[in-house]
């Protein structure tokens, strides 16, 4: 049952072998044993999980059973979901109960499917590692000593650990693939635009995007046929006609055109998962896909726009958490401003300070058009170098992160080191683009390489259907943390 | 010392820019649909978007966005076809997001023209002026702090938080308080002739702040400090001519103006230091990344050019060149929509049969309108659309005169006795009815006496009875002729058609 797909899962439920109430009591009671040690969840609400399985039992036992009714997922606490306390991985919202849905979470909900709890994640989505949460570290599966990544890294524990049938997750500069590839799990973030960010505790509002994390690309097209669609709550979600994007997953890849950019085989990246992607690469090769040498030359630049552009949005996002209507208030101040500076320093973590502090500068009178600007102006570029690459190929490649799962506490002191381990996700953020990443074999110490799977815009079911022929072909995507019991 | 009135000062001239926000007439909130009515209990109309829970996006009300195309239409200014929303960033209790939206570098409206009557003073004539648009931008109002009632906390009403503003910024065209307050007045007139605002001074509806400085004419400008926040014409006269008497003293004493925002105290009369150019925020614009940029297709303006009014200005000449009226009294019904547009209904409705409406008597129309109806409104204090008398019932009043039927003071006794119809149902409903107007006439015998016959008959009998009188008049006392008339005019129940009687009167007492 823990292994079953997606689709599995919803045939035994339709076929009321087994109920949403058992199903979820059994992920509940994995929680129960597990969480303690791996810290995937900040909070697990049972009743009310267990009331969402009676309804859709009710639904299943009329015949009107979907795709998703019955099956239990766990939600990025980035997601406001009514009842249910939003942490954002912040002590800010500590005390925080939503009173209304996100997009992403009445899209579940109206399709029956439960929320089995809310996962830890990077504070305010601003992390590579989950270390910064105020709900502590979560756990890599695969080595409890090594970081999930982030800000994703408790929806992605859980999916690797079986916590859940599958996830949601976020993904700014990469918050969704780089977790999905150091735990060994799928993940997809769709073209900016495609999942509306309503009810999305937002951190940089023009990078921001919510997908799918799941065991393999045939779930996570399940789950992006719910997750997707136009909603006129937020201006910025694209008025599409929806899709199915599962459609196309059993297309062979005769043709396929795979661009291969020099800048993500360079320096910087480590062999043991260079040498991972590079048997991956011949594996699509042996699947009737040809390969080809692109550049992306303004990629480099990638990861100082990314930290001018996200910080800028994220002071200004940020700045409603004041004290003032919800959230943590400081126990003690003296005036106004001591309530702002008292509540917001109490409040917040050194990484989200840090960001905060960067955005306000380089959003300042006289700085503006040096930093923000300049990047905005790079950004167009880098977006125009996809452009160009997409004229050569059918699809990019890489490697998701430069390396396998570090240890906790191994880059805590570093930033820029913590940063560069977005380098090849950052770009495909910064030009809106779709990108995922998919279980691609093992690096040194066992631990799971991610190989990135980059598109052009809308180009999702096309992605996912070369993401399923690979996994058609191996089974790195159905191995499971040999110390985590099943 | 300062003086309270203002001493003219020649050798200083005054330059003063306004910027008004005016809160547009949407029902729903500028980017969400939260309800903007006024007075409800506080936070009932705080929806999500309005407290700013964390994850809500603002989504755009496009009657925000056509009321203010028809605002720059009616100022002629140029309609953006692209323009940007930005958040202007600082920290506020009552800004929950932390930022507002407003538009900065590209705004909706871009730069336009108003004409301004400066009314005559004891020692001035008046005159036109033509007063410079420099940009008006959309923008979300903050919510309120109430300070009182909480003992030493604030509390933070967001029923207003989100309300559309359309804020409207004018070059420092203005050369004194008194251009100042006419320019308030004809935009404040302006915005309620399109529909796009209600007005409401008292309730916050049209807000200036007046930026002020002062300068030896030829010179560049001095030095401006701005003055928040003024919510009724009186109070910016006021501020303005307090301002400029100090800034010219500080100078002429010596000092120096430094750059400020400042309050004006009506208690005191006094405008007071709020901060200092150093103490300004740094607003970090920055375009906000909720809301695409602002897309205005050239058909969403022709639709919006369709819906306006004939504007203030070219009803003004029209009224002038096409009805006869005097500049007065054209910019006296031009004043507002409702006035112009009771006006020329009346005029309408005091057509004789089959007459057409070029032979209409515009001058009689606006004197009543201006002398009767603007005159009793003023009195009652009424709002400009809350007429005791319909036009149509007027207007019949009108014909009835028009056509000999009935004199002026008859009119003016009915006209009066229908308003006091309207003051009694609290003007919940109009005094009289066209109908009303002739059964009256029937019923209570009217009619006014054009037979010469019948005046002749009566003013023989008074001459009989008045030989002392009639005596004196014709050795010279010509003032006596009113009390002739007076007679005559009572002898006739009121009833006597004034011309002729004096006619007659003339003839007979001529002897």
Known sequence: MLNSSLRQLGSVLRAKKISSVELTQMYLDRIATLNSELNAYITVNPEASLAQAREADAVLAQGKGQALTGIPIAQKDIFCAKGWRTTCGSKMLHNFVSPYDAHVISQFNNTGAVNLGKTNMDEFAMGSSNETSHYGAVKNPWDTARVPGGSSGGSAAAVAARLCAAATGTDTGGSIRQPAALCGISGLKPTYGVVSRYGMIAFASSLDQAGPMARSAEDLALLLNTMAGFDERDSTSLQCEPEDYARDLDKPLNGLRIGLPREFFAEGLSSDVGLAVGTAIAEYKKLGASVVDISLPNSRLSIPVYYVLAPAEASSNLSRFDGVRYGYRAPEYTDLADMYEKSRAQGFGAEVKRRIMIGTYVLSHGYYDAYYLQAQKIRRLIAQDFVEAFKQCDIIMGPTSP??????????????????????????????????????GFGANNMPVGLQIIGTYFAEAQMLNVAHQYQLATDWHSRAPQNIKL | MLHKTIVRAPEWEIVIGLEVHTQLSTSSKIF????????????????????????????????????????????????????????????????????????????????????????????????????????????????KSLHEDFHGMTGIDLNRAGTPLLEIVSEPDMRSAAEAVAYAKTLHSLVRWIGICDGNMQEGSFRCDANVSVRRPGTPLGTRREIKNLNSFKFMQQAIDYEVQWQIETLENGGTIQQATVLFDPDKGETRMMRTKEEAHDYRYFPDPDLLPLEIPPQLIEEMRELLPELPDAMRARFIKECGLSAYDAAVLTSDWNTANYFECVAKYSLKDGESLDNADFKLCANWVINEVAAKMNQEGLASWRFGVSDNTLGRILQRIREGIINAKTAKDLFMEFWDIARNSGYQQFGGSPRLVDQLIDERGLTQVSDSGAIEALVDEIIAANADKVAEYRSGKDKLFGFFVGLAMKASKGKANPVQMNDILKHKLGG
């Open chain 2, 32 to 143: 969400s649909g939260a309800s903007t009515a006024f007075g409800a209990e506080p936070n009932t109309q705080a929806d999500a978007v309005s407290i700013a829970l964390p994850g809500v996006l603002p989504v755009l009300n496009k009657g925000a966005v056509e009321r203010a195309i028809k605002f720059g239409l009616a100022v002629g200014a140029h309609i953006a076809p692209h323009s940007v929303f930005a958040r202007k960033n600082y920290f506020y209790p009552d800004l929950p997001k932390g930022y507002q939206i407003s538009q900065f570098d590209l705004p909706v409206v871009g730069k336009g023209q108003i004409t301004i009557q400066i009314p005559s003073t004891d020692s001035e004539q008046g005159y036109e002026k033509v007063v410079r648009i420099t940009r008006a931008h959309l923008e979300e109002d903050a919510g």
């Open chain 1, 403 to 440: 390396t396998t799962a570090f240890n906790l506490g191994e880059k805590g002191d570093d930033p820029v080191q913590m940063y560069l381990s977005d380098i090849y996700t950052i770009a495909v953020n910064l030009a809106g683009l779709p990108g995922m990443s998919i279980p691609a």
